[in-house]
């Protein structure tokens, strides 16, 4: 194996491991999360992700975990993300601007104590903090994932994770990380009574 990709293999992992680490400062705020989330489905409403790039591909992840299934075979959560419809994507760009491409679809379709989970590991993507103010405004609660400092979208969500890094990759790996935290309690809590014995 090659010596200096050995050694970046390790410098990576050992990264992570040190991120996931600082995790543990922000238990109860996941736990606040968690508890927001199971609430809403609750009272029937929904989920909606939204994100650019690889924080896209992570809405659309969990989206589906929800939707579909994490670990058990059960009636599928009302969650969607905004990003798999290119049609909708190009025609809201293309008519209005890129900075507007989920907010426009949140006043479509968001109510009231529905919940508008973003991603962003800088915290300042405009058509993220677009539609967090607008969710908002319509009465969503608002999660943000994002990195280290925040950025605009700490000041402006009702719970916000900060992820302890400034590497981007390292943020988007804690960022599925908790997200899969947040399905395997929320399906627990809604289906598998197993968990209360």
């Known amino acids: 194996?090659?010596?200096?990709?050995?050694?970046?293999?390790?410098?990576?992992?050992?990264?992570?491991?040190?991120?996931?680490?600082a995790l543990y400062?922000?238990?109860?705020?996941?736990?606040?999360?968690?508890?927001?989330?199971?609430q809403a489905y609750k009272n029937g409403n929904k989920v909606i992700l939204f994100g650019n790039g690889g924080s896209a591909a992570d809405a659309q992840h969990i989206a589906a975990e929800l939707l579909g299934k994490y670990?058990?075979?059960?009636?599928?959560?009302?969650?969607?993300?905004?990003?798999?419809?290119?049609?909708?994507?190009?025609?809201?760009?293309?008519?209005?601007?890129?900075?507007?491409?989920?907010?426009?679809q949140i006043e479509?379709?968001?109510?009231p104590k529905d919940i508008a989970w973003g991603f962003s590991?800088?915290?300042?993507s405009k058509n993220v903090i677009e539609a967090f103010k607008i969710a908002k405004s319509l009465g969503l609660i608002t999660i943000g994932f994002t990195g280290k400092t925040g950025g605009k979208m700490k000041d402006i969500v009702d719970y916000c994770l900060c992820v302890p890094s400034s590497d981007t990759p390292r943020i988007q790996e804690t960022h599925i990380l908790v997200a899969h935290i947040i399905c395997e309690i929320v399906e627990r809590e809604l289906f598998d009574k197993r968990h209360e014995e």
Do not use: H, W
Not at 72 to 93: D, H
């Open 25 to 38: 400062r922000s238990l109860e705020l996941i736990d606040k999360i968690c508890q927001t989330i199971l």
């Open 108 to 111: 479509a379709i968001g109510k």
């Open 1 to 21: 194996m090659n010596k200096q990709y050995k050694r970046l293999i390790a410098s990576r992992i050992k990264e992570n491991i040190k991120v996931n680490r």
């Open 71 to 104: 670990y058990l075979k059960r009636k599928g959560l009302p969650a969607l993300s905004l990003t798999t419809n290119p049609s909708s994507l190009t025609a809201i760009s293309n008519d209005y601007s890129f900075e507007m491409v989920f907010s426009i």
């Open 121 to 124: 590991t800088s915290g300042n």
